[in-house]
């Protein structure tokens, strides 16, 4: 071996050296993620911005006239809400008039937004009556804010309902148990499975006369349960779509958090129980603090796939009965493809897309804040 082996390069070569490795490596980042950027690109970016442009003209599907720019009036046809107080009508001794139902009588509220140039466009969205008088609560698109309040009950019952079963069916893998893989295959097949086949499964599952859920309630209750209108009751709807969107889901946050639990270190779990921990005391001190980064994730993504809820309520319900499961998303793709309005669907879309945004971010902001 010659000295010339030893020689180290100057550090100016090392540094080039450096530098072109790294513009290298930069160059295949970029390259491999090239198909990435460009579908988020034209999928995603310049759909909004289109959105964005549509949400302030009157652009139509098919309409034989121009399309013309209106401004804001989109924004205010979807957000304007207002109310109104009634009081009231008596008869000539200053008697409340009753109606048949002993209810006292006002006057008729179309009346009253015909003759106010103030309540042009608005239309009724809830009554609230205090003895003789009552407060009217009007908006331009009552369909809107009730759908939106729609998506917020579902949000906040399928969340917890599918993140505890997604959570309890990973633990019950993680225990070991024999057949695992095969549970772990069947509680993951729902995911793969098409959400309009499955839709379409559970509302046969759900049927009134012949549906094997009513006739598993009424056997287990010992016929106490009698049968249950699951889609043709306002009041049953929107449990019906959180119970089968939990079920359908669970199977993918099951496996997230699969792969928490799988990391966790043994040796806590050792620790605590040369400490005398049980099982609760396990679970809460070590399973749940190790689960912290996996369970924000689900949440988070959980949430957000539950404000794009469609897919069931168009094969299920189709936003009925009387409005009970009209979603946001629902609501835009029908004005916008159905009625044909893009200009109204892209201004919905607009809106909810900040909304979505502004929920995810505070969530992010209260998990961090927690942790610090």
Not at 13 to 30: C, E, V
Not at 115 to 133: A, P, R, V, W
Not at 201 to 226: P, R
Request: charged share 15%; hydrophobic share 45%.
């Amino acid at each position: 071996m010659t000295d010339s082996a030893f020689i180290q390069p100057p550090p100016m070569a090392r540094t080039k050296k450096n530098d072109s490795l790294m513009r290298r490596q930069r160059f295949y980042g970029w390259l491999m993620g090239s198909p990435a950027f460009l579908g988020l690109i034209l999928f995603i970016f310049v759909p909004f911005v289109m959105a964005i442009i549509l949400s302030f003209t009157n652009q139509r599907l098919l309409s034989p006239n121009p399309t013309e720019g209106v401004g804001f009036r989109n924004y205010d046809r979807l957000l304007a809400v207002t109310w109104l107080k009634q009081d009231a009508q008596h008869d000539e001794q200053n008697h409340v008039l009753l109606d048949a139902k002993g209810e006292p009588q006002f006057e008729r509220l179309r009346k009253v937004l015909r003759q106010n140039e103030s309540y042009k466009g608005y239309d009724e969205l809830s009554t609230f009556t205090f003895s003789d008088s009552r407060v009217v609560i009007l908006a331009k698109d009552p369909l809107f804010i009730k759908s939106f309040i729609n998506t917020i009950k579902f949000a906040f019952m399928v969340i917890p309902l599918q993140c505890g079963a997604a959570l309890l069916l990973a633990l019950l893998v993680n225990m070991g148990l024999k057949g695992t893989n095969f549970f772990r295959t069947a509680y993951f097949a729902p995911v793969v499975t098409s959400m309009v086949v499955v839709s379409i499964v559970w509302t046969f599952l759900y049927h009134k006369d012949i549906g094997l859920v009513n006739e598993f309630l009424n056997k287990i209750s010992f016929g106490m349960i009698g049968k249950i209108n699951w889609l043709g009751d306002p009041k049953w709807s929107m449990p019906a779509i959180v119970i089968m969107s939990a079920w359908q889901g669970a199977g993918y946050q099951m496996l997230i958090f699969l792969a928490g639990l799988q990391n966790i270190p043994e040796d806590l779990y050792e620790a605590a129980s040369l400490d005398g921990a049980n099982s609760w005391q396990k679970f809460r001190n070590v399973t749940l603090p190790g689960l912290r980064n996996t369970t924000i994730f689900v949440i988070i993504s959980t949430t957000i796939a539950a404000f794009g809820l469609f897919t069931q309520v168009d094969v299920m319900t189709g936003g009925g009965p009387s409005d009970s499961t009209s979603t946001v998303m629902y609501h835009a793709v029908r004005k916008g493809f159905r009625e044909q309005d893009i200009g109204y669907g892209a201004t919905i879309s607009v809106v909810y897309f900040l909304v979505i945004l502004a929920i995810a971010l505070g969530q992010k902001y209260y998990f961090d804040k927690r942790e610090k």
